[in-house]
């Protein structure tokens, strides 16, 4: 979640990670309120968790940093997960589950390119890079795409 204010917090706007944004406004409480008021997002007293977003429906408590990333995700009723980064990187290092299981993410030039856990499961994604350039009146511009080609199963069992 990222999120941008105004100058006196009267209203803020989350970016979830799936593209879509949530507006929220400020109730007498302090709390910030939705248009859908079953989700609401608290600033926190706390400098490594500066914002709580709690979603009524779902069911979860969600603790976002400065930098408004996921740190932890907990449900109502038990269980949930933390995630770990590298200090400013954006990206997670690992997730850890309240039962203690751990998925680790690997990646390269800000592209995610593997995921494993422990030793048993990993995950390898290969890409594709493609760059265009067109020309107009305006000058000559460079896009890129990068295609996901291939995702890769990879079991490591021991055996003995």
């Known amino acids: 979640m990222r999120y941008s204010s105004s100058q006196y917090l009267s209203r803020v706007i989350s970016y979830r990670g799936h593209g879509q944004s949530e507006e929220f406004h400020l109730q007498a409480d302090g709390s910030y309120t939705s248009f859908d008021s079953q989700v609401t997002l608290q600033k926190t007293d706390s400098t490594v968790t500066p914002w709580k977003r709690l979603d009524y429906d779902a069911g979860e408590i969600e603790l976002y940093d400065a930098l408004g990333r996921l740190l932890s995700l907990r449900y109502f009723g038990?269980?949930?997960?933390?995630?770990?980064?590298?200090?400013?990187?954006?990206?997670?290092?690992?997730?850890?589950?309240?039962?203690?299981?751990?998925?680790?993410?690997?990646?390269?030039?800000?592209?995610?390119?593997?995921?494993?856990?422990?030793?048993?499961?990993?995950?390898?994604?290969?890409?594709?890079?493609?760059?265009?350039?067109?020309?107009?009146?305006?000058?000559?511009?460079?896009?890129?795409?990068?295609?996901?080609?291939?995702?890769?199963?990879?079991?490591?069992?021991?055996?003995?």
């Open 78 to 160: 038990g269980g949930g997960f933390d995630m770990v980064y590298v200090e400013s990187q954006l990206h997670p290092l690992k997730l850890v589950s309240s039962t203690g299981h751990e998925i680790h993410f690997e990646y390269s030039d800000d592209r995610l390119i593997g995921i494993r856990q422990a030793t048993i499961l990993a995950l390898a994604l290969t890409y594709k890079v493609e760059s265009n350039s067109s020309k107009n009146i305006f000058g000559t511009y460079l896009s890129k795409s990068l295609t996901l080609m291939e995702i890769r199963l990879i079991f490591n069992i021991r055996l003995e």
